[in-house]
């Protein structure tokens, strides 16, 4: 009676184990096409860095962001320019989350737009830590140059990388 449950048990996880994977995929796909359907407005190319403002003695848990949340550098998150605020639907305090789709050396990502800042001339974003090593893991490569940033419409994207 013990090896049956045991065995049936085993099963289940099995099964859990490769339907996830599957079920991933499929979403994949969807939210892909869904991307390319939700891209509203002009691509701005430019450059993107990365940024971490975590500093000796900063406050515990980072600094608020444009949008009033905390940075987090675990999450999919950006700062745009700020002189292109209006562009992603004014990223503001207590606002409804704005969303990009990234697109740079091969790769895609969605972020949620949380923060503006002035940016060094020549780039148009900066990337949390999570999202940087995303594009390049070492963190080696510091700027990544011709980036490609889109603003999604709608404010039900679910970040991390694309397709």
């Known amino acids: 009676m013990v090896f049956r449950s045991s065995a049936a048990i085993c099963g289940a996880v099995v099964a859990l184990a490769v339907s996830v994977p599957a079920a991933r995929s499929e979403t994949g796909g969807v939210h892909s096409s869904a991307i390319v359907i939700a891209a509203s407005g002009d691509a ?7 940024y971490n403002p975590f500093k000796p003695g900063s406050e515990e848990g980072g600094p608020n962001t444009a949008s009033g949340e905390r940075y987090d550098p675990s999450v999919w998150t950006a700062a745009i320019k700020t002189s292109l605020r209006q562009r992603f639907g004014g990223v503001q305090f207590g606002a409804r989350p704005k969303y990009a789709l990234i697109e740079a050396v091969g790769k895609k990502v969605i972020v949620k737009i ?4 002035p940016l060094k001339p020549g780039r148009i974003i900066d990337l949390n830590e999570r999202t940087m090593r995303h594009f ?6 510091g700027v990544i140059p011709d980036v490609t940033v889109r603003p999604l419409s709608g404010d039900d994207w679910v970040p991390g990388p694309v397709g």
């Open 114 to 117: 949380n923060d503006v800042g």
């Open 44 to 50: 701005i190319v430019g450059a993107a860095s990365m």
């Open 136 to 141: 390049d893991p070492s963190l080696e490569i």
